[in-house]
T-cell receptor, first 112, second 114 residues
């Protein structure tokens, strides 16, 4: 059964710092991997989606990498800002049109 | 940009009452899903729906839950007799299908059972 874990569970950094959030999944046979942002009490905002054949995706200050063989993904946030404070969720899909399996999230706090 | 729309954004209901959560998926999508997130916990899969029938459901999705696509645009989740532990954020998602798989999520309905 696929399990998604995220390390660390919480992270507090000063503004301007570059940071890395980690995601691991137990079964490397995935179809895609997605990173979401969730503000407290709010919905899910999709940040980046990486297809299984891709190694990375970039959007602005965000870069997500995927290493399927080792079951890992990282989300790199450059020059962090207080507005980046949120919970970041990693999620995988195992086959096309299958359910999304979420990790528990990393709660990020960027201190001004 | 097309989006998944959920209504209401927040619903408060008495324990034992029936609730219906509504979703309008993206119009040309074929696959529909419900997820829930209890406060402070993971987002969990409830059910997937394709071609007017349930394609997969989790152990959470017991006889108290049902889903329906009553017309060409709405997708609903019904909870027959709500319990306190049903209090959660419920997310609807839709997916275009095999050639362009990406789940698009609605902004959620916060259900509070009192």
């Amino acid at each position: 059964k696929q399990e998604v874990t995220q390390i660390p569970a919480a992270l507090s950094v000063p503004e301007g710092e570059n940071l890395v959030l980690n995601c691991s999944f137990t079964d490397s046979a995935i179809y895609n991997l997605q990173w979401f942002r969730q503000d407290p009490g709010k919905g899910l905002t999709s940040l980046l989606l990486i297809q299984s054949s891709q190694r990375e995706q970039t959007s602005g200050r965000l870069n997500a990498s995927l290493d399927k063989s080792s079951g890992r993904s990282t989300l790199y946030i450059a020059a962090s800002q207080p507005g980046d404070s949120a919970t970041y969720l990693c999620a995988v899909v195992e086959t096309s049109y299958d359910k999304v399996i979420f990790g528990p999230g990393t709660s990020l706090s960027v201190i001004p | 940009e097309p989006e998944v729309t959920q209504t209401p954004s927040h619903q408060v209901t008495q324990m034992g009452q029936e609730v219906i959560l509504r979703c309008v998926p993206i119009s040309n999508h074929l696959y529909f899903y419900w997820y829930r997130q209890i406060l402070g916990q993971k987002v969990e899969f409830l059910v997937s729906f394709y071609n007017n029938e349930i394609s997969e459901k989790s152990e959470i999705f017991d006889d108290q839950f049902s889903v329906e696509r009553p017309d060409g645009s709405n997708f609903t989740l019904k909870i027959r007799s709500t319990k306190l532990e049903d209090s959660a954020m419920y997310f609807c998602a839709s997916d275009g299908g095999p050639l362009n798989t990406e789940a698009f999520f609605g902004q959620g309905t916060r259900l509070t059972v009192v």
